[in-house]
């Protein structure tokens, strides 16, 4: 299917979850009426999918980017303590988005253990953003986005 077909064939597939939605908000359920209302604040993140290309509608990424982690658990029996357990989800969350970034992980941390050794902030996480000359933002995740659309300012705002 082209992107164009599938963008059109998802038009009716919006309208119609929005009318759902916006229904949902009156139901009798408090805890539904709430739930649609959350989903309606964020809708126009759920259909983000649709006008960027490249962009997966699953969440097939999230789930392989936690099974390392769900793999050494099991293989190791987990940290023994607290603590370690806070490192474990630290450090397997930094390697990830590293990698994700296409971003060294030896030499983040160990831009990170100097800075900590000489009280310099610790280098950003945050992914670098470039404008392109075809009005799409090019992120360092492996995509891009429009300019317009809301997500650059979400990453400007956290910064």
Not at 14 to 41: H, P
Not at 99 to 122: F, I, M, V, W
């Amino acid at each position: 299917m082209y992107r164009a077909d599938f963008q059109a064939k998802m038009e009716s597939v919006q309208q119609e979850v929005d009318a759902v939605l916006r229904q949902g908000t009156i139901y009798a359920y408090d805890k539904t009426a709430e739930t649609c209302r959350d989903i309606l604040k964020r809708e126009a993140f759920l259909w983000t999918f649709v006008h960027v290309e490249g962009l997966d509608p699953t969440n097939n990424l999230g789930e392989r980017q936690v099974r390392p982690g769900v793999i050494w658990r099991k293989m190791s029996f987990g940290a023994q303590s607290e603590a370690g357990s806070r490192f474990a989800e630290r450090i397997m969350t930094v390697v990830s988005t590293l990698k994700q970034q296409r971003r060294n992980a030896l030499d983040y941390l160990t831009e990170a253990c100097e800075a900590a050794h000489s009280g310099r902030p610790a280098p950003s996480l945050l992914p670098t953003v470039s404008t392109t000359l075809n009005g799409y933002l090019k992120l360092n995740l492996g995509f891009a986005i429009p300019v317009d659309s809301a997500i650059p300012r979400m990453i400007e705002s956290v910064r």
